[in-house]
């Protein structure tokens, strides 16, 4: 198995997980450091699912999003505690950073 296929079969397999995963209840229409928490995860999701769909391949803007939400996350992540399902979204920020990885791109 090469590297695509590892970061591939990764990512398929933290997406099936995380589309089992409730969005966590305490945090809905909740927002940390003025980022919308529900549209943080709706946009990388779109991001995952598209790079799914498209045998792996983003286009521009998409991979421009994918990076800005990955910097929310990691502005947010800090702020989260177990009681807001930090897990949630250490396993949103592992998804696009795989995805961001196995297809780089420069932002703009």
Not at 28 to 33: K, P
Not at 66 to 83: C, F, G, K, V, W
Request: net charge negative; glycine share 4%.
């Amino acid at each position: 198995m090469n590297r695509t296929d590892e970061s591939d079969a990764a990512v398929t397999h933290l997406w099936q997980e995380h589309m089992r995963a409730p969005f966590p209840a305490g945090l809905r229409g909740a927002d940390r450091a003025g980022i919308d928490l529900v549209r943080l995860d709706a946009d990388i999701a779109g991001c995952v699912s598209t790079w799914q769909s498209n045998d792996g391949s983003l286009d521009a803007e998409r991979h421009r999003i994918l990076h800005y939400r990955i910097a929310d996350l990691e502005q947010i992540l800090p702020m989260l505690s177990a009681t807001e399902d930090l897990s949630y979204w250490q396993r949103l920020h592992q998804l696009a950073q795989l995805v961001t990885e196995a297809d780089p791109r420069p932002t703009k």
